[in-house]
């Protein structure tokens, strides 16, 4: 894992090398040590700042950026995309109060830069900005720095965590061997963008302090085991993929959970989400190949695209209170034996269930609409089907290449058209009575030479009518609204 982390920041180290352009430059001034700077205007609502950025000649030694320059006075604001990339005789930089941001890779490949002075209102560092700083030892981190972006200070080994009051920024992974535990400090707020990623801690313990886990934050670590504390509000997206962990509880305070949350972490077994979602977000457990037990809130009616693909050993699923499913929402779920579909739901999207081979049992309700393509495509176990008449459309190879599959029974008295098979030609297909001969004649269905005609009827079923729902009453700051009449009451009864 860290090696791949490695051949990617090389990858896109090469990239960026490849693609920086030619020197190109509005102002060349000496600062006060006579080294001569060079800068880019910006034009800014009508105000005009300046940019730090390179020239013909790398910089060298030490270099003291300037608040403003020329006789106008303009402020010196940022730091440019690669001002200093590849300055390899580069040792030291102070930035001035007027710096708020530095670019992306504006530092990359300085390999002998060891001191860095950062401006007291800088806000942000851009990816790569410090990568390959192999000697880099000392850097302050102002308090008005809020983001710092991915693998900004990647290969910076000599440096410890990087952080201020209120935000973690960084944790050189390769200054950890050894330990297995590290407690983030009290008064933590924010955990940043890959803050931790490929770290190799056995433990992170996070404060109670901290309200949002940004981004890819311990993607790739090899932590086994955390606990998100309730002071929690946000858990960006992949916060915790490809991480070590066996399992985890996320509480019921996150109010914002970004998908692909733990994607690809292959040792989890067991996830508890206490947190009020209206669905599991994409790809939140794909390729969690050892997950068995998922509980989640009844709140949850939706299951996003790849949410449980991969997902070699989950037993079986709840499908009560779901009502919409998404494309390889199960795919390769390898262990579900049964399937019901409630009747809340109305299609199966494309792959759906594909490659579910421990599939013996499926149930379809009578007010499905349409299955989608390949969605039962390859499911080894599974001996029959039985497609209800409320079905006007299923995708080419629905039901295709399964090995164990005798029979199918379907109850259109007319069959619905096919572009392409949907069933292997071995299976016997059962057909409502005195219907055989308009299947055999059939486009496609023509190709099904097995064909009974004894398929019995259905009573179709019939959801009951939704009525009109009395007044809901919510609880908001210690007041009950009740909607119907659009009137506030407090606890008491007492219309106010």
Same mark, same amino acid.
């Given at each position: 894992m860290k090696r791949f982390a490695s051949l990617f920041v090389v990858f896109l180290s090469l990239s960026l090398w490849a693609y920086k352009p030619q020197p190109s430059y509005d102002l060349c001034e000496a600062n006060s040590d006579g080294i001569m700077l060079y800068y880019n205007y910006l034009y800014i609502d009508d105000d005009v700042y300046c940019e730090l950025t390179y020239g013909n000649e790398p910089y060298a030694g030490h270099i003291n950026i300037p608040d403003n320059v020329t006789d106008q006075y303009i402020p010196v604001v940022g730091i440019g995309v690669y001002a200093f990339s590849e300055c390899e005789e580069l040792t030291s930089v102070y930035m001035p109060y007027s710096i708020f941001y530095i670019d992306p890779a504006a530092f990359w490949c300085c390999y002998n830069l060891k001191k860095v002075h950062l401006g007291s209102h800088l806000m %942000?560092?851009?990816? &790569? %900005? =410090?990568?390959? !700083?192999?000697?880099?030892?000392?850097?302050?981190? /102002?308090? *008005? &720095?809020? #983001?710092?972006?991915?693998? %900004? =200070?990647?290969? !910076? *080994? @000599? &440096?410890? /965590? &990087? #952080?201020?009051? @209120?935000?973690?920024?960084?944790?050189q992974y390769p200054q950890n061997y050894g330990e297995s535990t590290y407690c983030i400090p009290e008064g933590i707020e924010i955990i940043n963008t890959s803050a931790f990623s490929f770290s190799l801690f056995d433990e992170i313990i996070i404060p109670n302090t901290v309200k949002v886990i940004k981004e890819n934050a311990f993607d790739g670590s090899t932590i086994s085991r955390v606990t998100i504390p309730s002071s929690v509000v946000t858990l960006e997206e992949k916060a915790f993929g490809q991480t070590h962990l066996n399992e985890v509880t996320v509480p019921a305070t996150v109010k914002n959970f970004g998908s692909f949350m733990f994607d690809n972490s292959p040792f989890l077994e067991k996830a508890v989400l206490e947190n009020p979602l209206d669905s599991i977000p994409i790809g939140t457990f794909q390729c969690c190949t050892r997950l068995e037990s998922v509980t989640f809130p009844e709140t949850v009616h939706k299951i996003g695209n790849s949410a449980f693909s991969n997902n070699m050993r989950l037993p079986q699923f709840d499908f009560s209170n779901i009502d919409t499913i998404y494309d390889y929402s199960f795919y390769r779920c390898e262990s579900l034996k049964t399937i019901t579909i409630p009747p809340a739901i109305t299609f199966i999207p494309d792959f759906a269930f594909n490659m579910c081979s421990g599939l013996t049992e499926i149930n379809l309700p009578e007010t499905l609409k349409s299955i989608g393509q390949y969605a039962f495509w390859q499911n080894r176990s599974l001996e029959s089907i039985d497609i209800p008449a409320s079905v006007t459309e299923i995708g080419m190879s629905a039901f295709v290449n399964n090995t164990s599959m005798k029979d199918a029974t379907v109850h259109w008295d007319t069959p619905i058209p096919l572009e392409y098979g949907i069933f292997d030609s071995s299976i016997t297909l059962h057909v409502p009575v005195g219907t055989k001969q308009l299947y055999a004649e059939a486009d496609v269905w023509e190709n099904y030479i097995n064909i009974v005609d004894d398929a019995t009827p259905v009573t179709p079923l019939y959801l009951p009518e939704k009525k009109p729902a009395n007044s809901v009453k919510r609880l908001i700051d210690g007041k009950i609204l009740i909607e119907r009449n659009k009137h506030l009451f407090n606890l008491n009864g007492a219309e106010e």
């Open positions: %942000a560092i851009g990816e &790569l %900005a =410090f990568e390959n !700083c192999f000697n880099l030892t000392e850097i302050n981190i /102002p308090q *008005s &720095l809020e #983001y710092v972006d991915y693998f %900004a =200070f990647q290969g !910076c *080994s @000599k &440096l410890g /965590p &990087l #952080y201020n009051d @209120k935000y973690f920024f960084y944790y």
